[in-house]
């Protein structure tokens, strides 16, 4: 008797887990706007230098005094000359191609009132700067997980979930009264390590309360409210102009889940398994009497056994040596395998970042490409649930990465004067991502022996930020060329399809317990064993030839 019995006969889905799931998802939408405001926050508009006689002057030049101030092709100095009247109406050629560099610069407001980028002047040689506060912040999510997944584990699920809430609302005001750039991204970066705490620790209480069956549908379905919080991203930027207000809105939404302090329960399953027994059973008559079912005494009874039995098991786990990374790297196939999973990791969250984080460098009207481009991992979500548990993991994350490789790739062979079509290629290629992405969290599970699966996951998920970190830095590829940062996501992409195939389909296949079974599973038979057990079924063919 598992808890997991205990969840049939509550009933798997039932009114009492609808209502805690719904609930749960919202935070969701938080955390999404906190993942993808740094396009608005961070925002780059066109700008120039600041020439010397010009004071709070508007960004727009005529093409005759641009030609006299700035060299072909540059934002980030100016002619060295004495800009006197005489000059500038052309009546005295230029006496010098000396150029000088940028001290103050003119932005383009027409469409963004002003940005941390336009407050801070992080252009030209410090234009690397706003990448490195994204990247900061993807960090931020990197150190939650560790920090916020061990906390949840010791101290419990909803105190974890409290403890980040108010640390998210303290800090991303903070951000938006930030004086300076180091403040801001030192805030920035603490609101990045919430979100792990606020998203996955509801994200586990979510799961941990639904009937298996449902879990799939629970798992893509939160995904999908991340999704929403996505698009509703792009209204609270159409509406709220200045950046520090937009990061204050932003945050604020998340007063109102403080109110969950009162109506969200402590997981029952971790409390069972600190041995928190009667604690745990008030929850489960709860959710028996907001269900309409009994729960019979007998299973109570049988928790407290297993609880006990658990106990022992955890003492005696306490006494052997802890399963490692190395574990995994340590014989030749399980290697393979791990290595495989953690490139598809590491290329699926760069590229879904990469993407999400670059729609400004798509051309045309930036809030609606940013718009579609949260509005299309709906259907990918979708995808998964009708195709996951038919097709396979393997055919799926397979064909999702090679489309969204072929269509981001594409892009190289499109005329510059479709840009329509680019950022179609584009969407494409986002849709294609987010259902690998969805994918990748099953295929990983099921690859990884039980006794190293937490630890496979969570270096996986490690790979994965280090994506994540490094993606900012793709939109500054995208002012050299703008295609080039969605061909580099369409060749990784690709390429890390094409090696998916190198792994073992796991869809209604035993899950690997040990790491022998790992070792073995979905290793081919050395040349030996082939030859040996197609002779024998060659004689056997012969003696049933012969028999018949």
Not at 63 to 70: D, M, Q, V
Not at 158 to 186: D, H, N, R
Not at 471 to 479: C, I, M, N, Q, S
Request: proline letters at 5%; hydrophobic letters at 45%; a neutral charge.
């Amino acid at each position: 008797m598992g808890y997991d019995d205990v969840i049939t006969h509550l009933g798997e889905f039932g009114p009492y887990q609808k209502r805690i799931y719904y609930l749960l998802c919202l935070p969701a939408i938080v955390c999404a706007f906190h993942k993808l405001a740094g396009v608005f926050l961070l925002a780059k508009p066109d700008f120039r230098c600041a020439l010397p006689y010009e004071n709070g002057s508007a960004y727009e030049l005529s093409p005759h005094l641009w030609n006299l101030s700035y060299p072909p092709n540059e934002r980030c100095s100016y002619y060295d000359v004495d800009y006197t009247e005489e000059y500038l109406n052309g009546s005295i050629p230029r006496s010098t191609n000396e150029t000088k560099t940028c001290s103050s610069y003119v932005y383009d407001r027409s469409k963004y009132l002003n940005s941390a980028v336009t407050e801070w002047d992080m252009v030209c040689s410090r234009s690397l700067l706003s990448a490195t506060s994204d990247s900061l912040f993807m960090l931020g999510v990197l150190l939650g997980s560790f920090i916020f997944g061990q906390m949840s584990d010791k101290l419990g699920r909803k105190p974890t979930f409290f403890a980040s809430l108010v640390l998210q609302l303290i800090f991303g005001v903070l951000a938006g009264v930030a004086p300076e750039y180091f403040s801001y991204t030192i805030s920035r970066l603490i609101v990045g390590a919430t979100t792990s705490g606020v998203f996955l620790v509801a994200y586990v209480i979510a799961l941990e309360m639904v009937g298996s069956s449902y879990r799939l549908f629970a798992g893509v379905a939160m995904q999908m409210f991340f999704s929403v919080g996505f698009m509703l991203t792009a209204g609270f930027a159409y509406f709220i102009h200045d950046w520090r207000w937009l990061q204050i809105a932003l945050t604020l939404p998340g007063l109102l889940f403080l109110c969950y302090y009162w109506i969200i329960p402590e997981s029952a399953r971790w409390l069972l398994m600190k041995g928190r027994k009667d604690e745990a059973f008030v929850i489960i008559g709860k959710a028996a009497k907001e269900n309409k079912v009994e729960v019979p005494n007998e299973i109570y009874e049988q928790l407290v056994d297993e609880v006990a039995e658990k106990k022992k098991q955890d003492e005696m786990a306490a006494s052997q040596p802890a399963a490692t990374v190395f574990d995994l790297l340590r014989y030749p196939n399980l290697r393979r395998k791990t290595l495989l999973i953690f490139f598809d990791w590491f290329v699926n969250s760069g590229v879904y970042y990469g993407l999400s984080w670059n729609t400004n460098n798509l051309g045309g009207n930036q809030l609606v490409n940013f718009l579609i481009s949260g509005g299309v991992e709906i259907p990918g979500y979708v995808l998964l649930l009708f195709t996951l548990n038919r097709w396979g993991r393997r055919s799926i994350l397979c064909g999702t990465m090679m489309v969204a490789g072929v269509s981001l790739l594409a892009t190289i062979f499109v005329p510059s004067d479709m840009n329509w079509l680019i950022i179609a290629c584009a969407m494409i290629g986002k849709l294609a991502i987010t259902s690998s992405y969805g994918t990748i969290y099953i295929f990983s599970a099921e690859q990884f022996p039980t006794v190293v699966r937490n630890v496979g996951l969570g270096a996986s998920s490690m790979v994965a930020r280090v994506g994540g970190i490094l993606a900012p830095y793709l939109k500054l590829l995208g002012e050299i060329w703008r295609p080039l940062p969605l061909i580099i996501c369409g060749a990784l992409s690709l390429t890390a399809g094409l090696l998916s195939l190198l792994l073992p389909e796991t869809l209604n296949k035993p899950m690997p317990e040990t790491i022998e079974d790992g070792e073995n599973f979905g290793k081919k038979p050395a040349p030996q064993e082939a030859a040996e057990e197609g002779g024998t079924q060659e004689l056997s063919g012969m003696l049933n030839g012969k028999s018949s």
